[in-house]
């Protein structure tokens, strides 16, 4: 084989990893991708193959602060991750932790040889969990094929199917947006599982109103007691579920608010919408507390901030 072959240079792309196949010669790999930010999106479409972590060598640096979820098109993965074995195949969700994975066989379907996947990768910093949180779920296969699973499968694909249209902009944009709805999907998922989540069915139920929380964040209405109503529980309890997080919901709320206002502020894309439209695209209904908020939270006013952020260089 020489260096630019197929096999040579999708074994290259997993350092840290051996890539094995019985079709070295004739192998395929290919696909299509969307970066959006910190987020990328992929198509991958490979021969069948098996993928182990290397013992010894290499350096597999690159993958260790990154999550995946696998959704397979065509064919099955089946894959070892800590000491979980999964059989994954199309129509359902796998999310896994690249440090923990020891290794995985793809392979095709009936209809065609090659593997085919949806796939989702991105750093863990960006999800609201902790690695206990996540436990629960990581490594195992859940189904795809209704409610959050779903809509997650066909916003990927659309995204895929779409990259060349998105401005680039609108890729920083939708990579929030899909982190989101990530953070959602797996709240969910930590909830079902919650016997193996800390604190039990509370703390499931905790992660899922967090996430709930930033699907509705333009919501000028979102208030204790609306969230409390989505989940048929009383407002006393949403506060009591909210006092491990050491801020009253009303305060986690607005965090929330301002880290977004805060992003809009930066981009050059909102340079011409003006602060208090910013304020109010997420759910601030009176410009003053907004920027009082806002110099509380960062130490300059919303206008400063936005000087800085687009005239610096970097």
Same mark, same amino acid.
């Given at each position: 084989?020489?260096?630019?072959?197929?096999?040579?240079?999708?074994?290259?792309?997993? &350092?840290? /990893?051996?890539?094995? #196949? %019985?079709?070295?010669?004739?192998?395929?790999?290919?696909? +299509?991708? =969307? $970066?959006?930010?910190?987020?990328?999106?992929?198509?991958?479409?490979?021969?069948?193959?098996?993928?182990?972590?290397?013992?010894?060598?290499?350096?597999?640096?690159?993958?260790?602060?990154?999550?995946?979820?696998?959704?397979?098109?065509?064919?099955?993965?089946?894959?070892?991750?800590?000491?979980?074995?999964?059989?994954?195949?199309?129509?359902?969700?796998?999310?896994?932790?690249?440090?923990?994975?020891?290794?995985?066989?793809?392979?095709?379907?009936?209809?065609?040889?090659?593997?085919?996947?949806?796939?989702?990768?991105?750093?863990?910093?960006?999800?609201?969990?902790?690695?206990?949180?996540?436990?629960?779920?990581?490594?195992?296969?859940?189904?795809?094929?209704?409610?959050?699973? &779903?809509? /997650?499968?066909?916003? #990927? %694909?659309?995204?895929?199917?779409?990259?060349?249209?998105? +401005?680039? =902009? $609108?890729?920083?944009?939708?990579?929030?947006?899909?982190?989101?709805?990530?953070?959602?999907?797996?709240?969910?998922?930590?909830?079902?599982?919650?016997?193996?989540?800390?604190?039990?069915?509370?703390?499931?139920?905790?992660?899922?109103?967090?996430?709930?929380?930033?699907?509705?964040?333009?919501?000028?209405?979102?208030?204790?007691?609306?969230?409390?109503?989505?989940?048929?529980?009383?407002?006393?309890?949403?506060?009591?579920?909210?006092?491990?997080?050491?801020?009253?919901?009303?305060?986690?709320?607005?965090?929330?608010?301002?880290?977004?206002?805060?992003?809009?502020?930066?981009?050059?894309?909102?340079?011409?919408?003006?602060?208090?439209?910013?304020?109010?695209?997420?759910?601030?209904?009176?410009?003053?507390?907004?920027?009082?908020?806002?110099?509380?939270?960062?130490?300059?006013?919303?206008?400063?901030?936005?000087?800085?952020?687009?005239?610096?260089?970097?």
């Amino acid at each position: 084989m020489t260096a630019g072959d197929p096999f040579d240079l999708f074994e290259n792309h997993l &350092a840290g /990893l051996e890539v094995t #196949t %019985a079709h070295d010669r004739a192998f395929q790999a290919g696909g +299509r991708e =969307a $970066d959006l930010g910190a987020v990328q999106v992929a198509v991958k479409s490979v021969s069948p193959m098996t993928v182990r972590r290397r013992r010894t060598g290499g350096d597999g640096a690159w993958h260790d602060e990154q999550y995946q979820i696998v959704m397979p098109v065509h064919g099955t993965i089946t894959a070892t991750w800590g000491a979980r074995d999964a059989k994954v195949t199309p129509g359902e969700v796998y999310a896994h932790d690249m440090a923990r994975l020891e290794g995985c066989a793809m392979t095709g379907s009936a209809e065609r040889e090659e593997f085919e996947m949806l796939l989702l990768a991105f750093p863990r910093s960006l999800l609201p969990f902790g690695a206990a949180d996540l436990d629960g779920v990581l490594g195992r296969s859940v189904r795809g094929t209704s409610g959050l699973g &779903a809509v /997650l499968r066909n916003f #990927t %694909a659309t995204l895929a199917d779409r990259r060349n249209a998105l +401005r680039a =902009a $609108d890729r920083s944009r939708l990579g929030v947006a899909l982190v989101d709805l990530v953070t959602a999907f797996l709240a969910g998922e930590i909830e079902e599982s919650s016997g193996a989540c800390p604190g039990g069915p509370r703390h499931g139920l905790a992660l899922r109103i967090q996430a709930y929380i930033l699907m509705h964040l333009r919501d000028p209405g979102l208030s204790p007691r609306e969230i409390a109503a989505a989940h048929h529980i009383s407002v006393s309890y949403l506060h009591r579920l909210f006092q491990d997080q050491s801020e009253t919901v009303a305060a986690w709320i607005k965090g929330r608010r301002l880290e977004r206002a805060r992003r809009d502020l930066a981009d050059p894309a909102f340079r011409a919408l003006p602060i208090h439209a910013v304020a109010t695209r997420w759910g601030f209904v009176h410009p003053a507390d907004f920027s009082r908020s806002f110099r509380t939270a960062y130490g300059m006013t919303p206008s400063d901030f936005r000087h800085h952020a687009l005239t610096t260089p970097g």
